[in-house]
């Protein structure tokens, strides 16, 4: 069993070696990775990777990082560094988990070298950021965030039991084998959102009925990079996208973006993909009154006390639809866009609140006109969570797989 704990010896050394002292009276070998900047370690702990390696590895060196002062760039050079170091340590065999703790600064740079690791790999951070906003943190990656509750400086009878706490649990998952069984069936990838559950279940369950192994996303920003980072890594071997939803907020504005890059890594990878366009006809925000003032006027679903749906305009889906043409035209692997011509999810079908057939149309004919011929294009007179709708999604996929030699 070994744990690779990254922190910053100049000012958390106390700390990370009671951590390391835990995990080694339960057996565990422990590597210290020093990522402190402005100081030397700390006389309880002595680093088996120093903090001038992991400046090197960042392309820099410790002296510049010091004498320039600036704690932003510090921060960032020795997360780049420990990324660096984490993987190399991955490909030799060294780390079977990673721990970290501390505050901003530890959390930041504990964190990205947890991220450059795949999934998997445990991963865990004791820090006084783990109450708030993890998402800079986590990312699409398994992270597990442990909060300190009070500051991690230096040790006290709080902060020993939830440093003993975290490190248990890191033991506990490297310690453990659960015997987990690894499925060899071809892995599709699939984006839901509760408003095109039905559609998405239908075709799950059709295609594990073909013999696939499905991981279902939510299309939560998150969700969207999380499926597209595995598709990069070559665990998914194809993508049923049929929820596209999180360009909508990366278009107007809500907060639910993948980011601009949403639909790329399939089309790169040349991983065979239906795409269709789920839940394109909202917007998400938090609640109702955290909608920016800008969108007053606008129609609005108050899908739970903290979601609130915004419907897109005709405008926007003609935007809409000519990015994602275009997305889907420089795909180098087998591609069909699906286009569910009643109603693109629960709420947009006819009689429910978004139902909208001029907005819909502006969506499908700027998909039409913008996208290639080499690109398949199926359109059903359905809503999107009709059965047969799913049946034509999970038959095309596994025909794409079958030709290029990846089904069952």
Request: charged share 25%.
């Amino acid at each position: 069993m070994s744990v690779v704990i990254i922190g910053t010896l100049d000012t958390k050394a106390e700390e990370i070696g009671f951590a390391r002292d835990v995990l080694e009276s339960q057996g565990v070998d422990v590597r210290v990775v020093d990522a402190g900047v402005m100081g030397e370690p700390g006389p309880t702990v002595e680093p088996e990777t120093p903090a001038s390696e992991v400046a090197e590895a960042a392309g820099t060196t410790l002296e510049r990082l010091r004498n320039e002062a600036d704690r932003g760039e510090a921060i960032e050079a020795m997360g780049e560094g420990a990324a660096e170091i984490a993987e190399e340590l991955h490909e030799k065999g060294v780390i079977e988990g990673i721990l970290g703790l501390g505050g901003s600064g530890n959390t930041s740079i504990a964190t990205a070298a947890m991220r450059s690791l795949p999934v998997g790999v445990p991963k865990l951070v004791i820090s006084t950021m783990a109450s708030g906003d993890t998402e800079p943190y986590v990312g699409a990656r398994d992270i597990a965030m442990l909060y300190s509750v009070a500051d991690i400086e230096g040790l006290n009878q709080l902060s020993r039991r939830i440093i003993t706490n975290g490190a248990l649990a890191m033991v506990g998952m490297v310690a453990n084998d659960p015997d987990v069984d690894v499925d060899d069936r071809p892995t599709i990838g699939v984006t839901m959102f509760g408003v095109t559950t039905p559609c998405v279940q239908a075709a799950r369950e059709r295609l594990e009925d073909m013999g696939y192994e499905v991981i279902v996303f939510h299309a939560t920003g998150t969700g969207g990079r999380a499926m597209e980072s595995l598709v990069e890594e070559g665990i998914i071997d194809g993508v049923l996208d049929v929820t596209t939803t999180e360009w909508a907020d990366e278009l107007v504005g809500g907060v639910l973006s993948a980011g601009p890059e949403r639909l790329e890594a399939a089309g790169d990878e040349g991983v065979p993909q239906v795409v269709s366009t789920g839940a394109l006809d909202m917007v998400n925000f938090g609640p109702r009154d955290s909608v920016p003032e800008e969108f007053e006027g606008r129609q609005f679903h108050v899908h739970n006390p903290q979601v609130t749906l915004m419907r897109t305009t005709p405008e926007e889906n003609a935007e809409l639809g000519a990015i994602i043409a275009e997305k889907l035209n420089a795909a180098t692997g087998p591609t069909a866009l699906a286009l569910p011509l009643e109603g693109v999810s629960a709420i947009d079908a006819e009689g429910e609140d978004f139902h909208d057939p001029e907005a819909d149309d502006a969506l499908f004919d700027a998909l039409r006109s913008t996208l290639d011929d080499d690109i398949e294009l199926l359109e059903l007179e359905t809503d999107i969570n009709d059965e047969t709708f799913a049946e034509v999604l999970a038959e095309t996929l596994d025909e794409y797989m079958r030709d290029a030699g990846r089904a069952p």
